[in-house]
């Protein structure tokens, strides 16, 4: 694993792993976490480098998609 990952560019197997904690996390939520709702979140960031980047690695919806903003006010709206 060389640097950063670039958006475009394959993932490696190492990738994959790095990444494992962010989808698992996704499964349990039912939506893309933020960068606090997972614990490996600064391993996944040095990989990735911004937050965005490694959600369309593992191709997951990005913060701001509006399934996701619905998804995450409909969350706050059931936990009040």
Known sequence: MN?????GQP???ED????????ARAREL???PKVGEVPEAA????RFR??????????????ND???VRAREK?????Q
Not at 3 to 7: F, S
Not at 75 to 79: I, P, S, V
């Open 30 to 32: 039912g939506r893309s």
């Open 66 to 68: 509006p399934e996701q």
């Open 75 to 79: 969350e706050k709206l059931e936990n």
């Open 3 to 7: 640097g950063q990952w670039k958006p």
């Open 50 to 63: 911004i937050w965005k980047y490694a959600l369309m690695a593992a191709g997951l919806p990005v913060m």
């Open 16 to 23: 994959r792993a790095i990444l494992a904690p962010l989808l």
């Open 11 to 13: 993932l490696t197997a």
């Open 43 to 46: 391993r996944i960031k040095a």
